[in-house]
């Protein structure tokens, strides 16, 4: 099974884009990247997966490299309201999904 | 649509006591979860079904079980409650399929201490 390597910590100033790294170097080629954020003490929260292509949607852009061993999440506006802890995921075998204990984001007034 | 809840919310238990726990989705997902999360910890995984009448052991399976004898429903039972069984447990679903079928939605969660 893929694994994840994430910082443990990282502040943002509010208004400028977050950037939260991943690198997940032993990915298979058929394994989707995941991004989950869990604020406060919340269910986690579904936020964008990609394949191969960059992705983006009304919450976030997700960034693969080429060779897929690492991925970017990025927030272009943080607010106050996306410290949370992020989650970034390689589907494991079967049908189970494994955090990790992610990227404690704190968005800075 | 609700999406997924969770039944209780809080509960305190005496070591030794039994209890269940009742996860419900309304989005007619095959797949469940019941996850585990301790202090300070990512989630982990208890048990797992595929759906109706399956059920199969995640990361940390000992101490639970668990039935789905509804499509709708999750059932995750602790037959002999033990303080390191004090955790926040989390409900999830997802429908079947590729790509967008793996996101999960997750319900609030139940805090559950055992002294």
């Known amino acids: 099974d893929a694994k994840t390597t994430q910082p443990t910590s990282m502040d943002c100033a509010e208004g400028r884009a977050a950037n939260l790294p991943c690198n997940h170097s032993t990915i298979s080629g058929n394994e989707y990247v995941y991004w989950y954020r869990q604020i406060h003490s919340q269910g986690p929260q579904y936020i964008i997966h990609?394949?191969?292509n960059n992705e983006t949607n009304e919450m976030a852009s997700l960034i693969i490299t080429e060779d897929r061993k690492s991925s970017t999440l990025i927030l272009p506006h943080a607010t106050l309201r996306d410290t949370a802890v992020y989650y970034c995921?390689?589907?494991?075998?079967?049908?189970?999904?494994?955090f990790g204990t992610g990227t404690s984001l704190t968005v800075i007034p | 649509n609700a999406g997924v809840t969770q039944t209780p919310k809080f509960r305190v238990l005496k070591t030794g006591q039994s209890m269940t726990l009742l996860c419900a989705q309304d989005?007619?997902?095959?797949?469940m979860y019941w996850y585990r999360q301790d202090p300070g910890m990512g989630l982990r995984l208890i048990h797992y079904s595929v759906g109706e009448g399956t059920t199969a052991k995640g990361e940390v399976p000992d101490g639970y079980n668990v039935s789905r004898l509804k499509k709708q429903n999750f059932l995750l039972g602790l037959e002999s409650a033990a303080p390191s069984q004090t955790s926040v447990y989390f409900c999830?679903?997802?429908?079947?399929?590729?790509?967008?079928?793996?996101?999960?939605?997750f319900g609030p969660g139940t805090r559950l201490t055992v002294t």
């Open positions: 995921i390689v589907r494991a075998t079967g049908n189970q999904f494994y």
């Open positions: 989005m007619n997902h095959e797949y």
């Open positions: 999830a679903s997802r429908g079947s399929g590729t790509g967008s079928g793996y996101e999960q939605y």
């Open positions: 990609g394949l191969k």
